[in-house]
């Protein structure tokens, strides 16, 4: 399995997640006209750690979480649920920031996730 396959697991089978969003999580992209709130995470990153003889022994992947809403608060209750679902399993939300997307009149609260893997 991928890490993005995993992410997307530990988010959909959470009832707090589910409650919200009914398994909109995406990578990458949503379709256009989607029901709101909803989900999409990204792979930002990278960076794999070596053993001595060129192995890879782990890797740390950053993730965008993009979580999106009608509403301010609506987009902050999705959030919440998945930092609730990645602290519970540790891994970091390491920032959070908002978001407003003027042409589609939504707003996000955007969570930078470190996964080891």
């Given at each position: 399995?991928?890490a ?24 990458d ?35 965008d ?38 042409d ?14």
């Amino acid at each position: 399995m991928s890490a993005e396959t995993d992410l997307r697991a530990a988010l959909a089978v959470n009832a707090g997640v589910a409650a919200l969003v009914a398994g909109r999580i995406t990578a990458d992209r949503m379709e256009e006209g989607a029901v709101r709130p909803f989900i999409v995470f990204s792979r930002a990153a990278t960076d794999n750690q070596y053993g001595l003889g060129g192995t890879v022994l782990a890797s740390r992947i950053t993730f965008d979480v993009q979580c999106w809403a009608d509403t301010r608060a609506s987009a902050e209750a999705v959030a919440n649920a998945v930092d609730a679902v990645l602290l519970a399993d540790q891994r970091p939300v390491i920032s959070r920031t908002s978001g407003y997307d003027a042409d589609l009149d939504l707003e996000a609260t955007l969570l930078t996730v470190e996964w080891w893997d």
